[in-house]
């Protein structure tokens, strides 16, 4: 029972959420093929036509709009209803706005509108073509939220929206993104589809060249690309800002760009771009500024020996000046339904579309013909018998009395009687009789000419180029977004980073700071219960290893690391990705100073003059490896040394003397030579270098015999050491005591 009951449940919710899917596809997010507009769009540019907010009238509030929307068609929120007319008025979002706001609608920096008590709008010219013929029933009306008013179906658009503004928008399992095209380019293509109907994407292509944004740029799409994202109805275009080269006096040059990419916000593009002046990604660089008033206009400001082109190449690779606008040509069709259409079918559903339109049209305008005709036929018959008809009226005591006579006499209907009463006696004069009659021969030639251009599809495709003809002559502008090729020119990244020295500094507890210079180490400040670890003179152009407890190795670039000006630095995890209980163990250069580190570097140690360094475990295992065993890593790291369970790693340090110091936190110390230990290409185990016993290994330094090491105990006492009062031994060897009582902590 309890199984049929969640079955029931299951197939409910099923049914609801589909409904809901459903809706929120068609009554909300997705555009119409045939007008390109979404319900609200839709619904402002009714709602505004219909408070005869045309081109010419004057500017209306817009909050008088949006509560004429809301209150008759719309019943949703405010915010949404406004934000969809700013759109429709803002520039650098519709290649054609809808409409013509006064105030400010925001802008390309991503600044918000003003509220709409401030702000004003009615229709742009080019709106009357989606609302022409709309109150001659060439579209389907459905009654309203409430029932008391209708608003269309559909707009009887003229221009092809959809294409020539494109659309975007998410709904349940499903999106859309159009982009803008050039409306000169669309209805070239138009029209040449209603003299060639059988055409491929490729002949259409000859006329619609691409994409053609508000905010120009130059497209980098092969015409193979386009031609098959236009055949598919998905695909990717990718745009790229323009910019020019500018030259100041004494020598000096800087760069304009004139142009971003689609939908691109402008303040947070040159936000990026000052992010990389900070932090020295790109030295020749020196400042950005936004100059931008009606064109953009961003201004960078340049070293004499920059190189533009390389420049512009890093900026396109590591900016949005640089984007991609993803193509997905999924809509409503005209029976609703939606679905993923080619260009070619978007073109084809349009031009069906205008011939229904033109059909019920034509269809309106030939029912006035005829009931014009049919009141002129009634004129016309009591013009041959004038007298006849003044005589029944005269002799009418009333209105209703005289409509009866005439009615009667001349057999007409109630219409005909009607208007022949209403007639005004001025106008029986024998002139104005010739008018009516010229009219009828007038009103009988224009309906034979519709009736003859109904039974005609090829005469309804007519008029409809026609209208396409009047319109491109009218509103057709030259395309604004470019073609190029994609030349990216090659560059070292690190080309544009300086030299310049730097300390980096490493805490116990894994808190790493960048400083330009250092002059006293002991000044340094740490965290509660966090001293330091390593501090490494390095170059900004060098390569740093952490290593940590895991057997991990993190390899980055010094420039790639946050400068700190003040505090302690950031966590090594906000860089890397460490594991549950991963801690840092060591720290090392892997060029610049550490070449000069390992000048003494024995050349027996069979790497030749190649800096080596070496790791160790806490049970005594350990290894020799070349430096460019060390390579730039992921965030995740590299695995440097194979470990088990209850083993770590305790430290990393450089093979540059002869001998091997190590030590156990029980106070047993040995000393090997440094050729004894194991050379490794990669990761590996290593060898024992010391059988620790119950305890440890603490910790290891490489020296020479006549050097000293210090050993710090737990208690907070050191001792010195001189390395030839401990023996040599060969590795593996369990060592000599060197302290019986305290615990050894640390050995330097």
């Known amino acids: 029972m309890q199984t049929e009951k969640a079955s029931d449940l299951q197939d409910e919710l099923e049914k609801r959420f589909l409904t809901y899917a459903l809706s929120t596809i068609v009554s909300r997010s997705l555009p119409d093929v045939r007008d390109g507009l979404k319900p609200i769009h839709r619904r402002i540019l009714f709602a505004m036509e219909s408070m005869g907010m045309h081109a010419a009238s004057k500017h209306v509030k817009s909050a008088k709009i949006i509560g004429e929307v809301l209150g008759k068609y719309h019943p949703h929120g405010d915010t949404s209803t406004y934000d969809s007319m700013v759109r429709m008025a803002q ?176 303040a947070r593009l040159i936000e990026k771009i000052a992010e990389i002046i900070i932090t020295k990604k790109l030295s020749p660089l020196t400042d950005v500024r936004d100059e931008s008033d009606e064109k953009v206009r961003v201004v960078l400001e340049i070293k004499n020996t920059a190189d533009p082109e390389k420049l512009m190449s890093y900026l396109f690779r590591h900016t949005d000046l640089e984007s991609n606008f993803q193509l997905n ?100 004069v024998s002139v104005e009789i010739e008018k009516i009659i010229s009219e009828k021969e007038e009103k009988l030639k224009e309906k034979k000419k519709i009736m003859s251009t109904l039974k005609s599809s090829k005469k309804i495709l007519g008029i409809v180029r026609k209208e396409f003809e009047e319109i491109d002559k009218k509103y057709s502008d030259k395309r604004i977004t470019k073609f190029g090729s994609i030349e990216n020119i090659e560059f070292n990244a690190e080309d544009f ?43 900004t152009k060098d390569l740093l290893g952490i290593f940590t407890t895991k057997g991990i190795v993190y390899v980055t670039k010094v420039y790639s690391l946050p400068l700190t000006r003040s505090g302690f630095g950031e966590p090594i995890q906000s860089i890397f990705k460490f594991t549950d209980g991963e801690k840092v163990v060591g720290m090392v250069s892997l060029l610049g100073k550490t070449e000069q580190d390992h000048s003494h570097t024995q050349s027996s140690l069979n790497f030749g003059n190649e800096p080596e360094y070496m790791v160790a475990s806490a049970n005594g295992f350990g290894f020799r490896f070349p430096m460019s065993n060390l390579g730039e890593t992921t965030r995740s790291g590299r695995k440097i040394m194979n470990l088990k369970n209850d083993d770590r790693m305790i430290g990393v340090a450089p093979a540059n003397r002869e001998h091997l110091f190590l030590v156990t936190a029980q106070g047993k110390a040995v000393v090997i030579a440094t050729a004894q230990i194991t050379q490794l290409m990669g990761s590996g185990k290593g060898v024992i270098l010391m059988k620790p016993g119950d305890s440890q290994l603490i910790g290891f330094k490489f020296v020479s015999l006549k050097e000293k090491v210090n050993i710090s105990f737990d208690s907070g006492k050191d001792k010195e050491i001189t390395v030839k009062s401990v023996r040599l031994c060969n590795r593996g060897s369990q060592g000599v005591i060197i302290s019986k009582r305290k615990i050894i902590t640390k050995i330097t």
């Not at 330091?532 to 003179?537: A, G, H, K």
């Open 497 to 539: 980073i300086e030299h310049e020295d730097v300390h980096v500094v490493l805490s116990q507890n894994g808190w790493l700071r960048k400083l330009k210079s250092l002059n006293n180490p002991s000044s340094l400040k740490f965290k509660e219960n966090d001293s330091l670890l390593s501090i490494t003179e390095c170059n």
């Open 329 to 428: 040509f999924t809509c409503l069709k005209p029976n609703g339904e939606p679905a993923r259409l080619s260009l070619i079918e978007i073109c084809q559903e349009f031009l069906s579309f205008r011939q229904l339109v033109v059909t019920r049209r034509l269809k309106f305008e030939l029912a006035l013909l005829e009931k014009r005709l049919h009141i002129l036929a009634g004129f016309v018959s009591i013009f041959n018998d004038l007298d006849k008809a003044l005589k029944l009226i005269r002799s009418s005591k009333s209105k209703q009395e005289a409509h009866k006579k005439i009615q009667k006499h001349f057999k007409l209907d109630d219409d005909q009687t009607n208007a022949i009463l209403e007639f005004p006696l001025y106008r029986l």
């Open 91 to 266: 520039d650098f979002s519709m290649r054609y706005p809808l409409v013509d706001g006064k105030g400010n609608f925001g802008s390309m920096d991503g600044d918000s509108p003003a509220a709409y008590r401030y702000t004003e709008g009615r229709l742009t010219p080019i709106t009357a073509f989606l609302l022409s013929d709309i109150k001659k029933n060439t579209v389907d009306f459905l009654p309203n939220y409430d029932n008391t008013l209708k608003e269309p179906v559909v707009l009887p658009s003229r221009i092809p929206n959809l294409l020539v503004n494109g659309s975007s928008g998410i709904a349940v399992g499903m999106a859309c993104s159009f982009p803008s095209h050039n409306l000169h380019e669309v209805l070239s293509a138009l029209i040449s589809l209603i003299d060639q109907p059988k055409q491929t994407i490729t002949s259409l292509m000859k006329y619609i060249k691409g994409p053609d944004f508000p905010t120009e740029g130059i497209i980098l799409n092969s015409k193979t690309d386009l031609r098959k994202a236009y055949e598919t109805g998905s695909g990717a275009v990718k745009i790229r800002g323009e910019w020019k080269i500018e030259n100041l006096p004494r020598g000096k040059k800087q760069i304009i760009l004139t142009s971003i990419p689609y939908a691109i916000n402008k």
